[in-house]
């Protein structure tokens, strides 16, 4: 029994033993797995400084890339406009003669002429208004007026016309509408 006893106690020791070695053991591994945590940490904040920078770097060419069309764009048609400001240029400094307003009128009808062109060339077209159905998407309506001979809402005086680019609205026409 004694023998038992002793050989007990022993076992108990071993345990006792594996058991502190695994406790001093611990302090190190949690220390090992913190600095791993720390590490990762460390990287994971590396790489989200590094994703914000290349996200603002990309926003700010975004917005280069976009200003820089932008203004490509506006001056293309810029420079088709300027012929056009050359001839209004050149109508104000003409004599005012005998035949004065008739020249005047051919040399407006001619600029209205280049412009619409250069609005066609651009793919801006106007939208039909006199004789159409009034239709808010297209149309102002400025006034209602009663109207014999006209459908109810139908547009029967257009005041200011109104543009399309390709599907787009630039500018819905100004009319008065027929009222039934």
Same mark, same amino acid.
């Given at each position: 029994?004694?023998?038992?006893?002793?050989?007990?106690?022993?076992?108990?020791?071993?345990? /006792?033993?594996?058991?502190?070695?695994? !406790?001093?053991?611990?302090?190190?591994?949690?220390? /090992?797995? #913190?600095?791993?945590? #720390?590490? #990762?940490?460390?990287?994971?904040?590396?790489?989200?400084?590094?994703?914000?920078?290349?996200?603002?770097?990309?926003?700010?060419?975004?917005?280069?890339?976009? #200003?820089?069309?932008?203004?490509?764009?506006?001056?293309?048609?810029?420079?088709?406009?300027?012929?056009?400001?050359?001839?209004?240029?050149?109508?104000?400094?003409?004599?005012?003669?005998?035949?004065?307003?008739?020249?005047?009128? *051919?040399?407006?009808?001619?600029? +209205?002429?280049?412009?619409?062109?250069?609005?066609?060339?651009?793919?801006?077209?106007?939208?039909?208004?006199?004789?159409?159905?009034?239709?808010?998407?297209? +149309?102002?309506? !400025?006034?209602?007026?009663?109207?014999?001979?006209?459908?109810?809402?139908? !547009?029967?005086?257009?005041? *200011?016309?109104?543009?399309?680019?390709?599907?787009?609205?630039? *500018?819905?026409?100004?009319?008065?509408?027929?009222?039934?």
């Amino acid at each position: 029994m004694l023998a038992k006893a002793l050989k007990v106690p022993a076992v108990e020791d071993n345990r /006792t033993n594996e058991t502190a070695s695994a !406790v001093d053991s611990a302090p190190a591994t949690a220390d /090992t797995d #913190q600095s791993e945590l #720390q590490r #990762q940490r460390d990287e994971y904040y590396d790489l989200l400084l590094r994703k914000s920078a290349e996200f603002d770097n990309y926003r700010k060419r975004s917005e280069r890339d976009r #200003q820089s069309l932008s203004e490509a764009a506006a001056a293309s048609v810029i420079e088709e406009l300027l012929p056009l400001m050359d001839d209004l240029e050149r109508a104000l400094k003409a004599d005012a003669g005998a035949d004065a307003v008739n020249a005047y009128r *051919r040399g407006v009808e001619l600029i +209205h002429k280049q412009l619409g062109e250069i609005l066609r060339k651009r793919g801006v077209r106007p939208v039909e208004a006199l004789g159409a159905d009034f239709d808010p998407y297209f +149309h102002q309506a !400025v006034t209602y007026e009663p109207a014999e001979g006209r459908r109810d809402g139908e !547009v029967i005086e257009e005041f *200011r016309r109104g543009y399309m680019l390709g599907d787009r609205l630039l *500018r819905p026409s100004m009319v008065k509408v027929a009222k039934g």
